[in-house]
């Protein structure tokens, strides 16, 4: 897949802006350098995207950091992923 402008949603920040972004792509997708070109204009290194990925597949929720974005081409960090248990 690629990304999909209108479930990038900006959430709030001064300095560091905060975003929610939901996606079937896979967080290996989603940390590929260019992903995020689209949304160059919005988004700044340090920027916080906290996703739900694999939405189609195997559902994940964790974080993404603007680590550049250059010349229209934005890269993020690997998702710190976040974990649930349930045990019944």
């Known amino acids: 897949m690629a990304y999909i402008a209108k ?11 905060h ?6 792509d896979t ?3 989603v940390d590929t350098a260019g992903y995020f070109n689209s949304a ?3 988004l700044k ?4 995207i906290h996703a739900n990925v694999d939405t189609g597949g195997t559902p994940a929720y ?3 950091v603007v680590l550049s974005n250059a010349a229209g081409v934005v890269d ?8 649930a248990t349930d045990t019944d």
């Open 62 to 64: 964790g974080t993404f």
């Open 27 to 29: 967080a290996a997708t």
């Open 7 to 17: 479930n990038l949603e900006y959430v709030g920040g001064a300095l560091i802006s």
């Open 19 to 24: 975003w929610n972004y939901v996606t079937t």
């Open 40 to 42: 160059s204009s919005v």
């Open 45 to 48: 290194v340090g920027d916080r």
């Open 76 to 83: 993020v960090a690997d998702m710190t992923a976040m974990t």
